[in-house]
């Protein structure tokens, strides 16, 4: 993003967080011009922003019916659970065979932040669980992983969003985490591994479950 | 038509104190095609700069290749306080000096903290960086602060903990984090951190300006390269300066002074700028402006910024003209809608100006001819404190009013009693009265506006005083030279002199000697002893106001005055006429053992790492490539045309060597 002009982050910020968020729902129509009348921007940065969230998958650009929001269905729960399960796991076994001092004092304070954060503050511990795994990929050292994380956090994070009403946060995800900062910090790369595959794995498993219950 | 011809035409802006002033010009022949002055609007510069974007005459907006501003925007933020929250984090500080020599006040945020770790003199860690207590106190100022600045301990010579301080912070903070050594390579740590939390400060105010800009500018059609002025006139993109605000600080004088040069092609020249609040001084000297090496400073803060050297005066055409204690006349600080304008605006104000030309001399005091009036409707968003500002804001709606009759509607005494300092700021209500804009009407010299209106109110201020209006004028007039020439005089030798009576000055019964020979250089009244000031470099005049006020000046320095053509709007000619600057420092300082006996090499310093030479010259050789090419690939990436570089070699003493590599070049027109 580096290289993108402000303007242009900008408005792919606020988009991003509002597809994230489902205030744009998925499937729906977006208007550029609307969507540039109310974050007060020109068109090009609006147009621009819609170019990297199609590249992230997260909006559809089709040539004959304009732009939309990109839909989101339990099939593609199952494709990314499948990704994320063997890359989370990667990057937690990295982390714990090549975490420096820094990283693990960055590990702590997000743990110390999420104990602290009072439990029905839902959206909060998504954050801060959101962070902890970016932090877990950055100790991994590796920024290809990282990178392909990150996208795939961002759409995973709409399936949460979808389950939210019914959801809330995920009580064990606390305990969770200091049993893996401690595998982390004891270099044991396959209790790390095992630790976070079980925490994605529950996840998306709470989450298939409230969506089936939707149907 | 040769299409290898066509001509680049590129956009100028500039934001002063009272007007913004847009230009569009031909950037080869520097010719100016057209220009437009809209009023600056303080609560948000965007405003006004659209108003000159809307208002200028464009034929092709196609055919523009850049567009540069200037802007007040920083200075003005700084000094109103309304920039971001920052929290200021201090890394090997020692509290104890900082509280013994009072340099807290000077951080220019309340919030600081200080941590362990920063490094010494050679770059040597002196404690381990507390990493904990730093994401700890970041968790705590969560929702408090906007923004985060972090300075080390002689982080130019070693970042290693300003680096990773920001590498933890961002993985648990999403705040924008600002680092010293990316700011300053000076070693100066009070103006590094003063620095750091000023940009952290602007951060989000100079984004939302750009945004408003490019926004404008599409809305015209206009798609080119968006590029803002430097405190010492160069230009940086848009996105360089979205990072380092800071920077932008004194851009507009710095503007005006690369503009004055640019529309006279002198390469040695005193620049003075009359705007309509104020009187900037600045100097040109081998076709530069003169750069201040110590940092630039912003109301009450010091800051390691480079800006232009300049002195502005709280002068201006619109300067309010009152009068004071013992019937002296005050020129300024204030700006007021000259009452001409007024008059023209509100042909009631004539009439009444006119009755009150037709009173008593008890009832046609000089407070009758300031009026308060309506210059916009309140929206939504100002927050109009009580009843009175309501009944204020309804009063107004009906036209402009003295400010005699508003505080006798309200049954109060004084001005003070009906606090409307808010409603000035938010530019809801404006002040009007006698300028020096109205002496320009009544000679006939400028008259765009109602110049009995000002005729009158003039009659009635000089009456009330027992005076002569021609006589009162003059005396006006000569103040104001006085005021210029001495501003001039305090700007060339750098020091203060205190003016004190004129009149005991010169009769002998003030003693001060430099005071005399001051008043006797202007007014030539001893019998035997003639003195004279001369300024060896021509002035160049620039803004509107300049060929009034400007030509006695010039006269009492026995100088020429110049007044290029279009210097009403050199400013924000400046704005585009500069070059595109990327400076790149590194540092170059010696490895001690561990006993710090001995010299083991020496270390190049850059703000992403350092290596180490056994050798000095060829660490010095390692510096001046490096810094070269890192200067240069900036500097392209910034928008220079073909930018030559130059490098520069300099010591702090202390074994310890500062290499700065300079990228230059005129900004580059293809899109």
């Known amino acids: 993003m580096e290289l993108e002009r402000i303007d242009t982050k900008r408005a792919y910020e606020?988009?991003?967080?509002?597809?994230?968020?489902?205030?744009?729902?998925?499937?729906a129509a977006l208007n550029e011009q609307a969507l540039a009348a109310e974050l007060d921007m020109g068109l090009v940065p609006v147009r621009e922003a819609l170019k990297l969230l199609a590249h992230d998958s997260l909006v559809v650009i089709t040539p004959r019916h304009g732009l939309y929001v990109a839909d989101v269905n339990v099939p593609d729960l199952e494709r990314l659970s499948e990704m994320r399960l063997a890359l989370e796991g990667l990057s937690a076994r990295l982390a714990a065979e090549r975490a420096t001092d820094d990283d693990l004092v960055v590990l702590k304070a997000l743990r110390q932040e999420q104990a602290a954060t009072p439990p029905d503050d839902s959206r909060r511990l998504f954050e801060v669980d959101h962070k902890f795994h970016q932090a877990v990929a950055r100790a991994a050292h590796n920024k290809y992983l990282?990178?392909?994380?990150?996208?795939?956090?961002?759409?995973?994070?709409?399936?949460?969003?979808?389950?939210?009403?019914?959801?809330?946060?995920?009580?064990?995800?606390?305990?969770?985490?200091?049993?893996?900062?401690?595998?982390?910090?004891?270099?044991?790369?396959?209790?790390?591994?095992?630790?976070m595959r079980q925490h994605v794995q529950e996840f998306y498993d709470q989450v298939r479950e409230v969506l089936a219950e939707d149907k | 038509?040769?299409?290898?011809?066509?001509?680049?035409?590129?956009?100028?802006?500039?934001?002063?104190?009272?007007?913004?002033?847009?230009?569009?010009?031909?950037?080869?022949?520097?010719?100016?095609?057209?220009?437009?002055?809209?009023?600056?609007?303080?609560?948000?510069?965007?405003?006004?700069?659209?108003?000159?974007?809307?208002?200028?005459?464009?034929?092709?907006?196609?055919?523009?290749?850049?567009?540069?501003v200037s802007?007040?925007?920083?200075?003005?933020?700084?000094?109103?306080?309304?920039?971001?929250?920052?929290?200021?984090?201090?890394?090997?500080?020692?509290?104890?000096?900082?509280?013994?020599?009072?340099?807290?006040?000077?951080?220019?945020?309340?919030?600081?903290?200080?941590?362990?770790?920063?490094?010494?003199?050679?770059?040597?860690?002196?404690?381990?960086?507390?990493?904990?207590?730093?994401?700890?106190?970041?968790?705590?100022?969560?929702?408090?602060?906007?923004?985060?600045?972090?300075?080390?301990?002689?982080?130019?010579?070693?970042?290693?903990?300003e680096n990773r301080a920001y590498q933890a912070i961002a993985r648990v903070s999403d705040l924008p984090v600002v680092l010293g050594h990316q700011l300053s390579t000076r070693l100066g740590s009070i103006e590094r951190a003063t620095t750091a939390a000023l940009n952290a400060s602007l951060l989000a105010v100079l984004q939302d300006f750009i945004i408003a800009v490019r926004r404008a500018m599409e809305r015209r059609h206009i798609d080119a390269p968006l590029m803002v002025v430097r405190g010492d006139?160069?230009?940086?993109?848009?996105?360089?300066?979205?990072?380092?605000?800071?920077?932008?600080?004194?851009?507009?004088?710095?503007?005006?002074?690369?503009?004055?040069?640019?529309?006279?092609?002198?390469?040695?020249?005193?620049?003075?700028?009359?705007?309509?609040?104020?009187?900037?001084?600045?100097?040109?000297?081998?076709?530069?402006?003169?750069?201040?090496?110590?940092?630039?400073?912003?109301?009450?803060?010091?800051?390691?910024?480079?800006?232009?050297?300049?002195?502005?005066?709280?002068?201006?055409?619109?300067?309010?003209?009152t009068l004071g204690h013992e019937s002296k006349i005050h020129v300024g600080p204030e700006r007021v809608t000259p009452l001409a304008y007024l008059a023209y605006q509100y042909p009631n104000v004539a009439k009444q100006l006119k009755a009150l030309s037709l009173r008593t001399w008890a009832q046609a005091t000089p407070d009758w001819l300031e009026y308060w009036f309506l210059l916009r409707e309140p929206a939504e968003s100002d927050p109009l404190r009580g009843q009175r500002d309501r009944e204020l804001v309804e009063l107004l709606r009906d036209g402009p009013r003295p400010v005699p009759a508003i505080l006798r509607h309200f049954g109060l005494l004084h001005v003070a009693q009906i606090g409307v300092g808010e409603l000035l700021r938010q530019e809801v209500i404006g002040k009007a009265g006698l300028t020096s804009t109205d002496l320009?009407?009544?000679?006939?010299?400028?008259?765009?506006?109602?110049?009995?209106?000002?005729?009158?109110?003039?009659?009635?201020?000089?009456?009330?005083?027992?005076?002569?209006?021609?006589?009162?004028?003059?005396?006006?007039?000569?103040?104001?030279?006085?005021?210029?020439?001495?501003?001039?005089?305090?700007?060339?030798?750098?020091?203060?002199?205190?003016?004190?009576?004129?009149?005991?000055?010169?009769?002998?019964?003030?003693?001060?000697?430099?005071?005399?020979?001051?008043?006797?250089?202007?007014?030539?009244?001893?019998?035997?002893?003639?003195?004279?000031?001369?300024?060896?470099?021509?002035?160049?005049?620039?803004?509107?106001?300049?060929?009034?006020?400007?030509?006695?000046?010039?006269?009492?320095?026995?100088?020429?005055?110049?007044?290029?053509?279009?210097?009403?709007?050199?400013?924000?000619?400046?704005?585009?006429?500069?070059?595109?600057?990327?400076?790149?420092?590194?540092?170059?300082?010696?490895?001690?053992?561990?006993?710090?006996?001995?010299?083991?090499?020496?270390?190049?310093?850059?703000?992403?790492?350092?290596?180490?030479?056994?050798?000095?010259?060829?660490?010095?050789?390692h510096a001046r490539s490096l810094s070269a090419e890192r200067a240069l690939g900036a500097a392209l990436r910034s928008g220079a045309d073909n930018p030559q570089v130059t490098v520069e070699e300099l010591t702090d003493g202390l074994d310890t060597y500062r290499v700065r590599a300079k990228a230059i070049g005129n900004p580059r027109l293809t899109r």
Not at chain 2, 287 to 295: H, Y
Request: with cysteine.
């Open chain 2, 233 to 321: 006139g160069t230009l940086m993109s848009d996105e360089f300066a979205a990072r380092t605000p800071v920077e932008t600080i004194h851009s507009g004088p710095a503007a005006s002074a690369i503009g004055g040069r640019f529309l006279s092609r002198l390469d040695e020249a005193l620049i003075v700028d009359v705007g309509g609040t104020t009187t900037d001084i600045a100097l040109i000297q081998d076709g530069q402006v003169s750069v201040s090496e110590e940092g630039a400073t912003v109301g009450d803060y010091k800051t390691s910024v480079k800006a232009a050297n300049l002195l502005s005066i709280a002068l201006g055409g619109d300067s309010h003209l």
């Open chain 2, 71 to 161: 802007t007040t925007l920083a200075t003005n933020a700084i000094a109103e306080g309304k920039g971001k929250r920052v929290a200021l984090f201090l890394i090997g500080y020692d509290p104890d000096l900082i509280d013994r020599f009072k340099m807290a006040a000077r951080f220019a945020t309340p919030s600081y903290f200080f941590f362990d770790g920063g490094h010494d003199l050679y770059g040597r860690e002196k404690k381990p960086l507390d990493l904990p207590a730093i994401l700890a106190k970041v968790n705590e100022l969560r929702g408090w602060v906007e923004a985060i600045a972090v300075s080390s301990y002689f982080s130019p010579l070693n970042p290693e903990h």
């Open chain 1, 146 to 195: 990282a990178e392909g994380l990150e996208r795939l956090f961002g759409l995973s994070q709409r399936l949460w969003y979808l389950a939210l009403p019914k959801l809330g946060f995920l009580p064990g995800a606390v305990e969770k985490h200091l049993d893996l900062v401690q595998a982390i910090e004891s270099d044991d790369g396959d209790r790390a591994e095992a630790i």
């Open chain 2, 1 to 68: 038509m040769d299409e290898n011809f066509l001509p680049s035409l590129v956009l100028g802006i500039d934001t002063g104190g009272t007007y913004t002033d847009g230009v569009l010009l031909e950037y080869e022949t520097r010719r100016v095609l057209a220009s437009h002055k809209s009023l600056t609007t303080k609560r948000d510069f965007s405003i006004g700069i659209e108003n000159v974007i809307e208002g200028i005459h464009i034929e092709d907006p196609a055919a523009i290749r850049m567009v540069s």
């Open chain 1, 14 to 27: 606020r988009i991003r967080e509002r597809i994230i968020t489902l205030e744009l729902a998925p499937g």
């Open chain 2, 440 to 621: 320009m009407h009544i000679e006939g010299r400028y008259e765009v506006w109602d110049a009995e209106a000002s005729r009158l109110a003039w009659k009635v201020f000089a009456q009330f005083q027992f005076k002569d209006p021609d006589e009162l004028r003059q005396q006006v007039w000569q103040q104001m030279t006085e005021m210029i020439v001495h501003a001039i005089v305090t700007f060339l030798c750098q020091r203060p002199l205190e003016l004190g009576d004129r009149d005991r000055c010169l009769e002998g019964t003030d003693p001060d000697m430099a005071r005399w020979f001051f008043y006797n250089s202007l007014y030539h009244t001893h019998p035997h002893l003639e003195t004279a000031l001369r300024l060896r470099q021509p002035m160049i005049g620039i803004g509107a106001p300049a060929g009034i006020l400007l030509p006695a000046a010039a006269e009492a320095l026995g100088t020429d005055l110049i007044l290029p053509e279009h210097h009403g709007v050199a400013n924000a000619v400046g704005a585009i006429a500069g070059s595109v600057m990327v400076e790149e420092e590194l540092l170059v300082y010696p490895q001690l053992s561990r006993e710090g006996l001995e010299v083991l090499g020496y270390f190049v310093q850059s703000h992403d790492g350092r290596t180490p030479f056994e050798d000095l010259g060829d660490a010095l050789a």
